[in-house]
């Protein structure tokens, strides 16, 4: 797809300006008034240019190639069960900032739990060394400042409580810090200034990490309520792109009584991320390393982590994310184990506040009884992902769930990252008829039973909020090129495996909160 427009421009004095994209699904190649500017490989994460040099104080022209053609090399690779929505799927902008600016920042509560720390960094371009960034947060009554060192980089540790107690002993004076969960999703406007440039967001603070067999938030044990869903526009279908369709999507999560959501299988757009910031949802990030890849091809690494790179620079201040997932269904090799081995050490290393995850499919079951995950690849792993079809895919019937017993190779928490049965909404039948609503609901249960028998169970998403399209499901009458998998229709019905999955939710936030009442 070829794609131009014309964009008047007026120059300013002690100006830089950029020409960004919140993404392009595949290969992008950019001109500028003629002049070819670049190229971007990577579907589902933002990338941009500098033109300051090049733009026209006037009109301009910007032109741009778009192909989603599939490559074995690529990432993600040919096969895909969803649709490989091409061209420009998020929104084009035209950046100004001042010529010394902040190109990033990351500001975090330290994992040390000591209340009210907070840590992080702020990088500037261009800019003379020796002076100060400053750091404001009203709410917190914090007023902050740092030395810029020679690279440009200040790095921050303030700690809240310090200002808030003032000369009051420790010990007689209360953690200040409002910490983000999702049922108080407290966030808090934070400037950063430095030179003569500053930026403003609204970043919550918290902490997760993985203790044994549990997951921990702000230090104590939490139940991930998840679903997965895709990013795609309810009603209209298409990629989701605006605050509206991307609101609809986590309201019907909330209303599933959901507090995380697994963003299947790439990175969404920055929209949804902020509003799990707002709404209240923990977030499972991931990149789209997905079922067959060239493992061995070390470009096709590269490109991997380019886009695990790009989406933590932009994800990585948003108290939601709790969760950089690496791959999905990736068959087990010596090469893809060492692939993602690699990919695991580089995301650590760019971010070491969360937790790195994968899921994986390539459960065995020794007998009718048993299941076992012995996937080498949650050695690198701080949280197993278990896709599992039991009940849909394979010989077994939804109700061979009520004997399976699960075993895991390693002591970590497990999210079940998948389970699920498709369901034409409106079609119904017995429970041992495929697509109907009764067999999904059948499904539900009997899956709730038996993930809730997983000691080391610490959350689930369920295949899939809503119906998606996807070029692999040809059933007519029936899918008619959608996946069917979901609790609601692509027309926002809700089918009754909906009303299933909520109220266990609900039960389940209700013991939670009594087991662990607000402080
Ligand atoms: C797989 C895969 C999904 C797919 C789903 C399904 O587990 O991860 O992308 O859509 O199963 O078969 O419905």
């Known amino acids: 797809m070829w794609y131009q427009r014309y964009f008047p421009y007026h120059k300013r004095e002690h100006t830089r300006t950029f020409l960004y994209f919140g993404a392009a699904n595949y290969l992008a190649r950019v001109w500028l008034n003629g002049t070819k500017l670049g190229e971007h490989v990577g579907g589902f994460t933002p990338f941009d240019f500098e033109i300051t040099g090049r733009v026209a104080d006037g009109e301009n022209s910007v032109v741009v ?7 074995a090399d690529g990432v993600p690779s040919i096969h895909t069960d969803w649709w490989n929505y091409g061209g420009l799927t998020r929104s084009v902008e035209v950046v100004e900032v001042p010529e010394a600016f902040i190109q990033d920042y990351s500001l975090h509560l330290a994992k040390s739990g000591k209340g009210g720390l907070l840590e992080g960094w702020v990088q500037l371009n261009g800019g003379v060394p020796g002076l100060e960034v400053f750091i404001e947060i009203p709410d917190a009554g914090i007023n902050y400042k740092s030395p810029i060192s020679p690279n440009g ?3 921050l540790s303030l700690d809240v409580n310090d200002v808030a107690c003032g000369k009051k002993p420790r010990a007689k004076c209360r953690d200040s810090l409002e910490l983000w969960t999702p049922e108080a999703p407290k966030l808090y406007r934070v400037t950063i200034r430095a030179e003569g440039d500053y930026v403003t967001d609204e970043i919550g603070f918290r902490t997760v990490e993985a203790r044994g067999t549990q997951i921990l938030l702000n230090g104590k044990p939490i139940f991930l309520r998840g679903i997965c869903l895709h990013e795609e526009a309810p009603f209209r279908g298409g990629r989701a792109f605006s605050e509206e369709d991307d609101r609809t999507l986590l309201t019907w999560a909330k209303e599933l009584g959901a507090n995380f959501i697994r963003l299947a299988h790439y990175p969404h757009n920055e929209t949804m991320i902020r509003l799990a910031d707002q709404m209240g949802l923990l977030v499972w990030d991931e990149v789209p390393v997905y079922w067959e890849m060239d493992f061995k091809n070390p470009a096709t690494l590269e490109n991997a982590e380019a886009q695990l790179r790009d989406v933590i620079s932009r994800d990585h201040n948003r108290a939601a994310v709790a969760l950089w997932s690496l791959s999905n269904e990736t068959p087990i090799s010596t090469e893809r184990t060492a692939f993602l081995k690699s990919l695991a050490e580089y995301a650590r290393q760019l971010d070491n506040t969360r937790l790195i995850t994968s899921a994986s499919d390539k459960a065995e079951h020794p007998d009718d009884e048993h299941a076992a995950l012995n996937d080498p690849l949650g050695e690198y792993l701080d949280v197993i992902g278990l896709n599992e079809y039991v009940g849909w895919y394979g010989k077994y019937r939804p109700e061979d769930a009520d004997k399976m017993q699960w075993k895991f190779a390693y002591t970590k928490p497990v999210i079940v990252s998948e389970f699920g049965a498709g369901a034409a909404y409106g079609l119904h039948g017995d429970t041992d008829t495929r697509f109907t609503e009764e067999y999904q609901t059948n499904l539900y249960r009997h899956q709730i039973a038996m993930l809730q028998r997983i000691p080391s169970l610490a959350g689930m998403t369920p295949w899939i909020l809503m119906d998606f399209r996807s070029p692999r499901r040809t059933l007519v009458g029936i899918q008619d090129y959608y996946n069917r ?22 039960e389940k936030a209700t013991r939670s909160t009594a087991s662990n009442p607000a402080p």
């Open 65 to 71: 190639e778009v192909d989603n053609t599939r490559r």
């Open 485 to 506: 998998k979901g609790v609601i229709s692509d027309r926002g019905q809700r089918k009754k495996a909906f009303y299933v999955l909520q109220k266990f939710y609900q």
């Open 153 to 155: 980089r200040a790095d």
